[in-house]
């Protein structure tokens, strides 16, 4: 059984910045992609991005580009999220993610993840 937990959130400024880190157990997160997602009050769980399990390919929602990055550290068995230039409209539960299967693509299908962490808060004050 995999077990995810993060850490980073909390409250920050508009503009400002916060890193996210997941750290896994139960299993090495080596040959898994790996995601993160988002939930608002009252909103669907969103995508955010996703990194391949070789680290080589990520994908990023249109509304975090250029803003997130996603990285990953497979010696730490640790996957990162870090959010500059946040707005008013990113704060949610942060949860991410881990496939089951190996070697597979980075995507945004929340249904090719089967292990998810609670995920930490992430406020955004104007």
């Known amino acids: 059984q995999v077990q995810l937990v993060e850490s980073g959130g909390g409250l920050v400024q508009a503009g400002g910045s916060l890193k996210l880190s997941c750290a896994a157990s139960?299993?090495?997160?080596?040959?898994?992609?790996m995601a993160w997602f988002r939930q608002a009050p009252g909103k669907e769980r969103e995508d955010v991005a996703a990194i391949r399990w070789s680290g080589g390919s990520t994908y990023y929602a249109d509304s975090v580009k250029g803003r997130f990055t996603i990285s990953r550290d497979d010696a730490r068995n640790s996957m990162y999220l870090q959010m500059n230039s946040l707005r008013p409209e990113d704060p949610a539960v942060y949860h991410c993610a881990s496939d089951s299967r190996a070697f597979r693509s980075a995507s945004i299908a929340a249904e090719q993840y089967d292990y998810w962490g609670r995920g930490p808060q992430v406020t955004v004050s104007s």
């Open positions: 139960g299993r090495t997160i080596s040959g898994y992609t």
